[in-house]
């Protein structure tokens, strides 16, 4: 679907500064020129009210929590489907619509299942395997429910020891994780530990919760500690997950304990010695496995659905993201190179501002338009506003403009040239805006709140800008960045050896 790029904004304010600009070599008198300035803002004030008037309206995506039913699965499933016909609306094939309208033509069977299925996780070590053969031998045979059991790969493989898998735990996430999205589909996870929980383990089991996964934390291998030990660890254990976990869902075991040293005095005054096999510790465990497919059965079937049409919407958002971005990006190239081109033409600091704040304005209302997020002039005015003091006080245009400086010094002739450092600081600006609104929009997109009465949100915009600027500070990215742009102000000139490099492709502005 094309995109329609409408720029009254743009085009007035550039328009304007460059009046501006000759009015003043005219009249020979800078001084005239805030009174005008003003004159100029009315204006784009009113254009924007103008455009805003036509803006479309916002699609929302949102997802409360309901009750575990089937109704809330049947609202899961229509949410799924407005997705899917979003997407459909706005790509241009249906190479990606088509499975995943087959992936949701799968959930209402799901309503019917009666199997219940367990999954079984945790660190390296821990006794997952050992405690999926027991269960399959001596417990799932005496149940009157149909039950699976798996078994997932081990958590946390990339650190050796679980001090190190600590500092591991920022880099966990439970959307981007193949191991957990499996147990997602699951009904019911025991996730097992050998003592105190570390941070990255309870991260994980927060993810789980948050997902609305039931949830029993396992705390294996207790023959290994003294009987007051394992008490102590076990109460410490309800204590770190009282938030999330109930007391009861909190139990011990010891799946494989270790065989126990016999010994025995003979009558011949000899003693014989000898390692005896202990039997599996898991009644607690047992009982309450039976006891929740008793009571929760149903409600854990349903509860799974709801978390497959949740994974099948983020797929689909995720398709929908790649496809706005994709158009955004040409857009954002095009207001990066109109305000290099505005900076660079205009010697007046005061309508070089008017210019650029502009170009910045159009940016916020184009792309906008492509997330189809709805604006009040207001909040319109705001972003452009918060996107240029943001820069200034996280110092942003500082070290941009030093970074740039530094690069273009290496040209005698380009460096001289005065609005060259202008043209390609406003122009790398611009662009950082541009990302910055992208992964504030895409963010929108995938997020499942409710509307609410201030669906612009300045100060997360701000955190994106901060993200965007540290990922774009590369200094390759940078170098090149700089000669597309000289060759975009200049391209005529001597320094066609400066400017000449292959075009900056997109994926280098993530």
Same mark, same amino acid.
């Given at each position: 679907?094309?995109?329609?790029?409408?720029?009254?904004?743009?085009?007035?304010?550039?328009?304007?500064?460059?009046?501006?600009?000759?009015?003043?070599?005219?009249?020979?008198?800078?001084?005239?020129?805030?009174?005008?300035?003003?004159?100029?803002?009315?204006?784009?004030?009113? =254009?924007?009210?103008?455009?805003?008037?036509?803006?479309?309206?916002?699609?929302?995506?949102?997802?409360? $929590?309901?009750?575990?039913?089937?109704?809330? =699965?049947?609202?899961?499933?229509?949410?799924?489907?407005?997705?899917?016909?979003?997407?459909?609306?706005?790509?241009?094939?249906?190479?990606?619509?088509?499975?995943?309208?087959?992936?949701?033509?799968?959930? #209402?069977?799901?309503?019917?299942?009666?199997?219940?299925?367990?999954?079984?996780?945790?660190?390296?070590?821990?006794?997952?395997?050992?405690?999926?053969?027991?269960?399959?031998?001596?417990?799932? $045979?005496?149940?009157?429910?149909?039950?699976?059991?798996?078994? #997932?790969?081990?958590?946390?493989?990339?650190?050796?020891?679980?001090?190190?898998?600590?500092?591991?735990?920022?880099?966990?996430?439970?959307?981007?994780?193949?191991?957990? #999205?499996?147990?997602? *589909?699951?009904?019911?996870?025991?996730?097992?530990?050998?003592?105190?929980?570390?941070?990255?383990?309870?991260?994980?089991?927060?993810?789980? *919760?948050?997902?609305?996964?039931?949830?029993?934390?396992?705390?294996?291998?207790?023959?290994?500690?003294?009987?007051?030990?394992?008490?102590?660890?076990?109460?410490?254990?309800?204590?770190?997950?009282?938030?999330?976990?109930?007391?009861?869902?909190? =139990?011990?075991?010891?799946?494989?304990?270790?065989? =126990?040293?016999?010994?025995?005095?003979?009558?011949?005054?000899?003693?014989?010695?000898?390692?005896?096999?202990?039997?599996?510790?898991?009644?607690?465990?047992?009982?309450?496995?039976?006891?929740?497919?008793?009571?929760?059965?149903?409600?854990?079937?349903?509860?799974?659905?709801?978390?497959?049409?949740?994974?099948?919407?983020?797929?689909?958002? #995720?398709?929908?993201?790649?496809?706005?971005?994709? *158009?955004?990006?040409?857009?954002?190239?095009?207001?990066?190179?109109?305000?290099?081109?505005?900076?660079?033409?205009?010697?007046?600091?005061?309508?070089?501002?008017?210019?650029?704040?502009?170009?910045?304005?159009?940016?916020?209302?184009?792309?906008?338009?492509?997330?189809?997020?709805?604006?009040?002039?207001?909040?319109?005015?705001?972003?452009?506003?918060?996107?240029?003091?943001?820069?200034?006080?996280?110092?942003?245009?500082?070290?941009?403009?030093?970074?740039?400086s530094s690069i273009l010094k290496s040209n005698t002739f380009t460096y001289v040239a005065g609005g060259a450092l202008q043209g390609v600081s406003a122009a790398y600006l611009t662009r950082l805006a541009g990302l910055s609104l992208i992964e504030y929009f895409q963010e929108q997109e995938k997020s499942t709140n409710t509307p609410t009465e201030q669906p612009f949100n300045l100060e997360r915009l701000g955190q994106k800008l901060q993200q965007v600027f540290q990922q774009n500070q590369r200094q390759l990215f940078l170098q090149s960045f700089v000669k597309q742009a000289v060759g975009?102000?200049?391209?005529?000139?001597?320094?066609?050896?400066?400017?000449?490099?292959?075009?900056?492709?997109?994926?280098?502005?993530?």
């Open positions: 679907m094309a995109v329609k790029i409408r720029r009254p904004i743009l085009v007035g304010g550039i328009g304007l500064s460059f009046g501006l600009w000759m009015l003043d070599l005219v009249q020979d008198s800078v001084a005239e020129i805030g009174e005008w300035g003003i004159l100029g803002t009315i204006t784009i004030a009113t =254009v924007i009210w103008l455009f805003g008037r036509k803006t479309s309206p916002k699609v929302e995506y949102s997802s409360v $929590s309901l009750p575990v039913d089937e109704k809330a =699965v049947e609202q899961a499933i229509a949410q799924v489907e407005t997705a899917i016909n979003q997407l459909e609306t706005e790509a241009d094939d249906l190479d990606t619509v088509t499975p995943l309208r087959q992936q949701v033509t799968h959930l #209402t069977p799901e309503l019917e299942r009666a199997e219940i299925q367990l999954v079984v996780t945790g660190g390296k070590g821990f006794g997952k395997t050992t405690l999926r053969q027991v269960l399959e031998s001596n417990w799932i $045979s005496q149940q009157q429910h149909s039950l699976s059991l798996q078994e #997932t790969p081990a958590l946390f493989v990339s650190s050796d020891t679980r001090v190190e898998a600590e500092g591991t735990a920022q880099e966990i996430a439970l959307a981007d994780t193949p191991i957990l #999205t499996n147990a997602l *589909r699951s009904d019911l996870v025991l996730f097992v530990t050998a003592g105190d929980l570390t941070d990255t383990e309870f991260q994980t089991l927060k993810q789980l *919760r948050a997902a609305n996964l039931r949830t029993i934390l396992v705390f294996n291998k207790q023959d290994q500690y003294l009987p007051t030990e394992r008490a102590t660890i076990l109460e410490h254990l309800r204590k770190q997950v009282a938030e999330i976990l109930a007391a009861e869902d909190v =139990v011990g075991i010891s799946a494989s304990p270790a065989p =126990v040293k016999v010994r025995q005095h003979q009558p011949d005054a000899s003693v014989k010695e000898w390692l005896e096999p202990q039997s599996p510790a898991l009644t607690f465990l047992c009982e309450r496995l039976s006891q929740i497919l008793i009571q929760e059965g149903q409600q854990l079937v349903w509860a799974t659905t709801i978390r497959k049409a949740e994974l099948i919407k983020a797929e689909t958002k #995720t398709a929908l993201n790649q496809l706005k971005r994709h *158009r955004a990006l040409p857009v954002i190239e095009q207001c990066q190179w109109i305000a290099a081109a505005a900076a660079f033409a205009n010697p007046v600091p005061a309508l070089d501002l008017l210019a650029t704040g502009a170009v910045s304005v159009q940016l916020v209302a184009e792309l906008g338009e492509i997330y189809q997020q709805k604006f009040s002039l207001q909040q319109a005015q705001a972003a452009a506003k918060t996107l240029g003091s943001l820069m200034l006080k996280l110092g942003l245009v500082e070290l941009s403009t030093q970074t740039i975009h102000l200049m391209p005529e000139s001597p320094q066609s050896k400066f400017a000449s490099s292959q075009p900056l492709a997109s994926g280098d502005c993530h």
